[in-house]
């Protein structure tokens, strides 16, 4: 069952890889908050129809539903942020620091009454570290291009929505493993994508964006559909198992696929020193897994 956990988790990243790639083209095509719009409704959708067709039970029970809207508005916030840094900055930088959202669950539970050991703080150290080094590299070579996503204003942009996201993210992830454990994956990321129409649909009329979907943006929609809800249904099933908290530690390493994508596809230079940033956060998470 150890492995099991994990294997959940990394399925998830694998999922989540793809879907943040994608997410640049359909924020572009159609507008950040529009594309994750889309996502909310087209993603909750897929769920009802899968779970109407397996049979899934629906529980009502109304008494913990504050689980549910702690991980639904995490979710809807931190996919608002995050969704905008990989549309109009580097996705290179907002991948690296938006999946340290592990570390930041961490402090949570400290701030709870757990007490990690010395090991667990040095592994956050080390992720905290590798963050640092992954901002501070582009933003030293910010100048080096002449694309628009790495101008200084764009890159300090993409900075702080991302380690918002993170925060918010992981924050919430609190939330996750108790309304899993009452409510199931299914119903819990049902009720998540439910929760984030109605904030992120709100966020769209308040700023009065343009809601235009034309044909050609449709593939791309759904496919950033399905796999953004799939990393989190894989997450959230690999988060009911036992020793959940693995699942939640793998899933960060989507951030390796990410990159990798980012430099082939969209030729964003990655220097070494950024690459062992990426190393840095991922083998910290990595110790928080093993030593967890």
């Known amino acids: 069952m150890l492995g099991s956990a994990a294997l959940w988790g990394a399925g998830g990243a694998l999922a989540w890889g793809l879907s943040d790639f994608i997410a640049r083209f359909a924020g572009r095509s159609v507008g950040a908050m529009v594309a994750t719009f889309a996502m909310m409704v087209l993603g909750g959708a897929l769920v009802a129809v899968f779970m109407a067709a397996a049979g899934e039970p629906f529980d009502w029970h109304l008494g913990d539903l504050h689980w549910l809207a702690g991980i639904g508005l995490g979710t809807a916030l931190g996919s608002m942020m995050f969704f905008y840094a990989v549309t109009h900055g580097p996705v290179s930088l907002a991948a690296p620091l938006v999946a340290c959202y592990p570390v930041v669950a961490v402090l949570v539970s400290v701030i709870l009454g757990t007490r990690p050991e010395p090991i667990h703080w040095g592994a956050m150290a080390v992720t905290m570290a590798g963050v640092w080094v992954v901002a501070r590299t582009v933003s030293a070579n910010e100048g080096d291009t002449a694309a628009p996503e790495y101008a200084p204003a764009m890159v300090r942009r993409t900075i702080l929505l991302s380690l918002g996201a993170a925060a918010v993210y992981g924050a919430s992830l609190t939330s996750a493993d108790r309304a899993i454990e009452i409510y199931g994956p299914w119903q819990t990321i049902l009720v998540v994508r439910i929760i984030g129409v109605v904030i992120v649909g709100g966020v769209v009329v308040l700023r009065r964006e343009p809601v235009r979907l034309p044909r050609r943006s449709w593939p791309l929609l759904l496919s950033f559909a399905l796999l953004d809800t799939l990393g989190h249904l894989l997450l959230f099933t690999g988060i009911a198992r036992e020793h959940g908290e ?18 082939v596809f969209l030729r964003e230079p990655v220097s070494p020193l950024q690459w062992g940033g990426v190393v840095l956060v991922v083998g910290g998470i990595a110790v928080l897994a093993g030593f967890g």
Request: proline share 0%.
């Open 246 to 263: 693995l699942a939640m530690v793998t899933s960060s390493a989507y951030v390796v696929i990410t990159v990798i994508l980012a430099r």
